[in-house]
């Protein structure tokens, strides 16, 4: 049984920062892409940012230069450090991951059970 447990959400000002850690548990032999995507309410669920096994990223534009995303392939754990936070950050954060459990399996897609993030002040 693969997981996905996250930590690091939480209520923090405008300004502020906050660091969200995913780490995937389990019996893992690969982990590809993992990725961090939000959903706010009265929104659909959207893209944050995404870190190939070779560290090559990619972001929303809306949280380019603020939001820096991070894995340990050892430890199969990404990692999103979110800077100078806007109160339209706010939302419930989910991470993902594609990973193959065997040598033999597909590649499955698995969600964390989402973090939430409020930037109020």
């Known amino acids: 049984q693969v997981q996905l447990v996250e930590s690091g959400g939480g209520l923090v000002q405008p300004g502020g920062s906050l660091r969200l850690s995913c780490a995937a548990s389990g019996s893992i032999f690969r982990t590809n892409a993992m990725g961090w995507y939000r959903h706010a309410p009265g929104k659909e669920r959207e893209l944050v940012a995404t870190?190939?096994?070779?560290?090559?990223?990619n972001y929303a534009d809306s949280v380019k230069g603020r939001f820096t995303i991070s894995r340990d392939n050892a430890k199969n754990t990404v990692f999103l450090q979110m800077n100078s936070l806007k109160p339209e950050d706010t939302a419930v954060y989910y991470c993902?991951?594609?990973?193959?459990?065997?040598?033999?399996?597909?590649?499955?897609?698995?969600w964390g059970q989402g973090s939430q993030v409020t930037v109020s002040s």
């Open positions: 870190i190939a096994p070779g560290f090559s990223t």
């Open positions: 993902n991951a594609r990973l193959r459990r065997v040598v033999t399996d597909p590649w499955v897609e698995y």
